[in-house]
């Protein structure tokens, strides 16, 4: 193990039982969680970003509260849902939070998932154009949030991100021409585009799953923390698309061994019209038996973030042993 952290929701409740009965606990709690797990030579400290909840929301004053706080520690996000974010705000908010922390500040972004609030996003004013999703603005924030941090000049057209040198769908145009001619490989685009540097490097560094059957984990509704708060099963559940599953010789068939380049786990299996080909989808959670057991911390490591690969792992199905 290289370097450890940790990941806080900030869970706070007014229950006579909780020693975080407010959000005011929740937020100083967290400071001095961070200040602790620095003292002790923790390399990290990560905080949720969950709105409409009783829960962390607000991360860039507590980040920069950190930031006074700490000298040495990384702190950061995990993750920012970018369909709430003003793209030019969040830059200025997390560059101050950056600023005061030396240069420390890590963001973990995502494009939003299923939350508490339907649509909880227009609340908070942003609504996406029309003929677009929600995840559509996001990844459209996103890529402006990213153009400014590159401290280019830059300008929004009819909700689109124009930047000095060129606009950003010209730039894809041309990624996608180059592809297309088959006259260089992505490093070479992505250099050509944004000049060479670690972070292109390891971008080009990754690359897609080889065909066959690929994992993807997924939460259980009856599993949090790998703690048991509903619904029955004690073992985790492999879902794959009904064609698959007659394929792997599993028609019928209610268990199933799923096996990785690195283990094997048995678990329930459903075969479901609804997942996509060639995707064996594993809820996780279950402490004796998770998708974490067809993984490797050293054997397969996403060049990209430097994670171990938890999505994306090649692996086959087998009838379980009776």
Do not use: C
Not at 230 to 245: M, S, Y
Not at 247 to 263: E, K, N, Q, Y
Not at 269 to 291: E, F, I, K, Q, Y
């Amino acid at each position: 193990m290289k370097k450890i952290g940790f990941l806080s929701f900030g869970h706070w409740s007014p229950s006579s039982q909780s020693q975080t009965r407010s959000a005011a606990d929740a937020l100083l709690q967290s400071i001095d969680l961070a200040v602790a797990a620095e003292e002790l030579g923790a390399d990290g400290a990560y905080f949720r970003v969950h709105h409409f909840a009783r829960q962390l929301a607000s991360p860039y004053p507590l980040l920069a509260a950190v930031g006074a706080r700490t000298s040495r520690i990384e702190i950061g996000t995990a993750v920012i849902d970018m369909r709430y974010e003003n793209p030019l705000y969040m830059a200025e908010d997390a560059g101050s939070a950056d600023l005061i922390a030396g240069g420390r500040l890590q963001l973990g972004i995502s494009r939003g998932s299923p939350e508490q609030v339907i649509d909880g996003w227009r609340y908070f004013g942003y609504v996406p154009q029309e003929g677009k999703t929600d995840a559509d603005m996001a990844r459209t924030n996103a890529e402006i949030f990213l153009e400014v941090l590159k401290g280019q000049a830059i300008g929004i057209v009819d909700g689109r991100l124009v930047a000095a040198a060129d606009d950003l769908e010209s730039v894809y145009a041309k990624v996608l021409e180059t592809f297309a001619a088959g006259d260089a490989d992505i490093v070479t685009v992505l250099t050509a585009l944004n000049g060479s540097n670690t972070t292109v490097a390891r971008l080009a560094a990754h690359r897609e799953p080889a065909g066959g059957l690929v994992l993807a984990p997924r939460r259980e509704m009856a599993w949090n923390n790998s703690v048991p708060s509903a619904g029955p099963g004690t073992e985790p559940v492999v879902r794959v698309h009904p064609d698959d599953a007659a394929a792997a010789g599993l028609a019928g068939a209610t268990r199933v061994t799923v096996r990785s380049a690195h283990g094997a786990v048995t678990a329930t299996l459903w075969a479901d019209g609804n997942v996509r080909p060639g995707v064996v989808s594993m809820t996780h959670g279950h402490a004796a038996s998770s998708p974490g057991q067809l993984t490797s911390t050293h054997d397969d490591v996403d060049p990209l973030t430097t994670m171990p690969r938890a999505s994306g792992v090649p692996v086959t199905l087998e009838p379980a042993p009776d």
